[in-house]
């Protein structure tokens, strides 16, 4: 192995790259977020299996409901009111959720790799891991999302509030998505593994998901149910996002989604951070 | 502080529940030096180096690195140091070149000099063919080199090498020794840890062995070799079975490991007198020898009896415990 002679340019250490102003980290800490969330995008479109299953998972879901379920469920809308229509806004909340369980996954999966170490012994921010984590999963389902309207559009989908309805919409369902993964980012650094984390997930989402409005009118549930399901933030967003796709009452339960989103992203944020910064 | 030494290890303990992982760690690297820390498996090497490279947090105790707390000052620390560890942290799907690039803007340096650097690197660790294949089909060889590389997009000051060539087949080996080499002479304060005692003789310029979590012993390996005493004569014979009756000819000689070898410490300063008092004495016995000769104690000798590895090995064998007296002159 010959070597090279050494650039004069090299970089050395005593450049003052410590980050010295608030300004000046907080743009790093974007930066390093950035960088690992462009990692965590590639790692997904490298792991075709996931690919595949990821995205085949949620068109599943759409036809199998819509036609599975359409033919009995119209029968507790509205007049007028197409199972498709009802159905699909609730699925990008449902497909949100079951996501946010994969960033436990990739979060558990990172932590037993190396690499995280080096990530750990660098001079980088230290939230960089779980922003880039999240927001990569952000765009896979924002991704995940679309793909879902594609297919709700060749069965009889139509958004009916315009452009800007189906934004806000979607913004919506993102805000709920992005929660999901934060609060399953604190989740998979407080258990042991990535089948651990899966496990957990599943069992936490799965109810949270049949107990909401996202495939059926609250009013068809017993009422015990439907008190419960009423106060879920599944239903909130499921509410927004219908609302904003299709019509309805769009600001009460967006603003609720909203609050909730925010409240718990202002605590659940600072937890997961400084968890990743004290698990050895 | 530009004089604070390398790394200066106080006291530095650490447990994991039932388990003593560090004892009581004392330990200086100056600038510039080369320090193999040579222990066997579950010594104690890796959880010092986690603990300086930030990655534990010391029970008790304190450790700074050029001056700079690992636990209080860790931001700091670690813009001063490199890792490379047991086991490669590189990212699996990600190519070598994407690898390098990614952790160059970690270490915050520009899209284009993060690139360059990747380049240079690449080319540098004899990886320039394979920079566009994921890091996942490579040997263990070359995933050690672009492991070695990643710790190199910026210089670092103090660079740790956690049992670098551990599970390498030789010529692997050879290769990061090579690059290890030139980034001493470059300049670079080397932190070592190995479980081969060739490997700490060849890089290390001081020595400091680690066991039960502590060091227990320090110095270059010719300090360590002289510690446990200066030449031996080694005595091969050519049948096992006159072991006996050579032993009864050289009073003082210890049972080898082999059933045929015999051992004779030398005093200092006697070499020549004592390989031919030993040579004399077989010759009168009528012994048959296949070889004797002069030897140094390796660091093999060093390590196993600082480790507890055979004690026996070094105290006369029974019958002739008293057989310290002066042979024939």
Redesign the interface.
């Known amino acids: 192995?010959t070597?090279?002679e050494?650039?004069a340019e090299?970089?050395?250490?005593s450049?003052p790259?410590?980050p010295t102003s608030p300004a000046a980290r907080v743009y790093?800490q974007a930066?390093?977020t950035w960088?690992?969330t462009?990692?965590n995008l590639?790692?997904f479109m490298?792991?075709p299996r996931l690919l595949v299953f990821s995205t085949i998972q949620p068109v599943m879901f759409v036809v199998l409901f819509a036609f599975v379920f359409g033919g009995i469920a119209t029968v507790a809308l509205p007049e007028g009111t197409e199972y498709i229509d009802f159905l699909l806004p609730g699925l990008f909340v449902q497909s949100a959720a079951f996501r946010s369980t994969q960033t436990a996954v990739g979060l558990a999966e990172d932590l037993e790799?190396?690499?995280v170490?080096?990530?750990?012994?660098?001079?980088?921010s230290r939230a960089?891991v779980l922003a880039g984590r999240t927001l990569a999963d952000l765009v896979r389902s924002l991704a995940v999302i679309v793909l879902m309207i594609a297919v709700g559009y060749l069965i009889g989908f139509r958004f009916t509030q315009g452009v800007l309805g189906a934004i806000g919409a979607i913004l919506v369902v993102a805000l709920f998505g992005y929660l999901m993964s934060w609060l399953f980012c604190w989740m998979a650094l407080h258990v042991p593994g990535a089948e651990a984390a899966q496990t957990a997930g599943f069992v936490i989402v799965f109810p949270m998901v049949f107990a909401s409005s996202i495939f059926v009118p609250l009013e068809t549930m017993p009422d015990w149910l439907a008190t419960f399901a009423a106060q879920s933030p599944l239903t909130h967003a499921a509410d927004a996002a219908r609302a904003l796709s299709i019509g309805g009452e769009a600001l009460r339960p967006a603003l609720l989604t909203i609050a909730w989103c925010v409240g718990l992203l202002a605590i659940v944020i600072p937890l997961a951070v400084r968890r990743y910064r004290t698990i050895? | 502080m530009p004089d604070a030494p390398a790394v200066v290890v106080d006291d530095v303990q650490k447990r994991f529940g039932d388990t003593v992982a560090l004892s009581g760690v004392d330990l200086a690297v100056a600038e510039g030096e080369v320090l193999g820390l040579l222990g066997p498996n579950g010594a104690g090497k890796t959880t010092l180096v986690r603990v300086l490279?930030?990655?534990?947090?010391p029970d008790t105790g304190s450790a700074r690195i050029f001056g700079h707390d690992v636990v209080t000052e860790a931001?700091?620390v670690?813009?001063?140091?490199g890792?490379t560890?047991q086991?490669?942290?590189?990212?699996?799907?990600?190519t070598g070149r994407?690898n390098l690039r990614?952790?160059g803007?970690?270490?915050?340096?520009s899209r284009r000099?993060a690139a360059r650097?990747a380049d240079?690197l690449l080319?540098?660790?004899?990886l320039a063919v394979a920079g566009d294949r994921?890091a996942r089909t490579y040997s263990g060889g070359m995933r050690r080199r672009l492991d070695l590389a990643?710790s190199l997009?910026?210089?670092?000051?103090l660079l740790f090498l956690d049992e670098p060539t551990t599970g390498l087949d030789p010529r692997s080996r050879s290769?990061i020794w090579?690059?290890t080499r030139?980034l001493v002479a470059?300049g670079t304060t080397l932190l070592l840890t190995t479980q081969y005692l060739e490997e700490a003789d060849q890089l290390a310029d001081r020595i400091a062995v680690i066991d039960h979590g502590h060091i227990i012993a320090e110095g270059t390996g010719d300090d360590l070799k002289d510690e446990i005493g200066g030449q031996v004569v080694d005595i091969v014979l050519t049948d096992a079975a006159q072991r006996p009756a050579a032993c009864r000819a050289v009073p003082d000689a210890d049972l080898g490991q082999g059933d045929r070898n015999l051992r004779v410490s030398v005093p200092a300063g006697d070499a020549l007198q004592a390989l031919s008092r030993v040579s004399l004495a077989l010759r009168d016995a009528e012994i048959r020898v296949r070889d004797v000769g002069l030897r140094r104690p390796t660091l093999d000798d060093v390590f196993l009896q600082l480790t507890g590895g055979d004690p026996s090995a070094t105290s006369p064998p029974e019958g002739t415990a008293s057989g310290t007296e002066e042979g024939v002159a």
């Open positions: 192995m070597i090279t050494r650039p090299e970089p050395r250490p450049d790259r410590a790093w930066r390093d960088t690992v462009k990692r590639r790692h490298r792991q790799r190396g690499v170490d080096r990530f750990r012994s660098m001079p980088m960089a050895t | 490279v930030t990655l534990l947090r931001s700091t670690r813009r001063l140091i890792l560890g086991y490669a942290a590189v990212d699996e799907l990600l994407e990614m952790f803007e970690l270490f915050h340096l000099e650097r240079d080319e540098r660790f004899d994921p990643s997009l910026i210089r670092p000051r290769a090579d690059i030139e470059e």
